[in-house]
């Protein structure tokens, strides 16, 4: 019985043995792991960095709009009639006085020669009236009845010639019509439209500016222009017309520019892009627009600086990522001009801000850089 107890208490002692043993062990690798933990580096982040530049940019607002024609009519008949002649096609240019489109007026050359033949016996009533009143051989109502009567067939020979040349409708100024809307043989009524008659050369744009870049228009102010239907061709103007009042609702401005239309080939309602330049250039700084990372509570961009690893003093000096927050101005083509948060000769990242954390280690590789333009032309490939 005694060997067998001594047994048993040789055995628990065993077990507690290897206990406390597998205990320590896993103790010694936690304590280890903790150690490993507080000396670890994360690897550094591959980012492409940019300098902080200093650049002169000529003033400019940007704005978009629509092409208007200088003068637009949609050309009407004035009276009713059958049409007997259309001397235009559609999308042709006219000069201004060509003939477009003539009425019939057959009943209003009739009238006309009724209407001459009682002109012409009116005046030569008034001169037998007035060879008369000299020898005092009528009244002087005569003389006036006859006067009333010359005067009143003259009027009714040029309203029928009015409308007889009326009749005739003529283009009112150089342009090009668009396409006609009548053809011979048709009847029209007063107001019919025949055509819509534009002047395209020069032609307007007009856009919308807000409220602050009031102080800076002026009339005669270089104005560039492009349209979408155009890629890469620019057109030069100038602004002719500042509005006399701003719009309540959207605190802008409506503005018109003038731009020459030579080739003819700026058509009425395409939409514009205009930049509107001013003659002042000032100095800004500039850093790629992918720089910046921008949150509700302000803009950042990360800093990229020189600083040793305080756990190893004989490291070698490491770039690490600050954060800092900017003050953005305004943007132009992959560029965006910083007010406040920057130096000229600062590095920052460029690309690969958004996985950056403060403090983080940083490796430089700008050969997977993007290029970066002032004046960026995509390419539709």
Known sequence: MKSRGRVWIVSIVGIVVVIVALVGIKVGQIRAMIEAGKSFVPPPEAVTSAKVEAASWQSRRSAIGSLVAVHDVVLGAEFPGLIREVDFASGTSLKRGAVMVRLDTTNEEAQLASAT?????????????????????????????????????????????????????????????????????????????LATLQSVDPIYAEFSLPQQALADLKIGQVATLRVDSFPGKTWQGAISTVNSEVDATTRNIRVRATFPNKEGVLRPGLFANVEVNASDRREVLTIPATAVVYAPYGDTVFVLDSAKDAAQDSAPAALVAQPRFVRLGERRGDFVAVVLGLKAGETVVSNG?????????????????????????????
């Not at 009143?133 to 002087?140: D, L, S």
Request: proline share 8%; glycine share 4%.
């Open 353 to 381: 801000a958004f996985k950056l954390r403060k403090g983080a280690r940083v490796v430089v590789n700008n050969s997977l850089a993007p290029p970066v333009e002032l004046d960026p032309k995509p390419s539709d490939n």
């Open 117 to 193: 033949a009682d002109m012409e016996l009116a005046k030569t009533a008034l001169e037998r009236a007035r060879a008369l009143r000299k020898g005092e051989a009528n009244t002087p109502a005569d003389l006036e009845a006859a006067e009333a009567r010359a005067k009143q067939t003259k009027a009714i020979v040029a309203n029928i010639q009015a409308t007889i040349t009326k009749k005739t409708i003529h283009a009112p100024f150089d342009g090009r019509v668009a396409m006609k809307q009548v053809e011979r043989g048709q009847v029209v009524s007063p107001g019919t439209p």
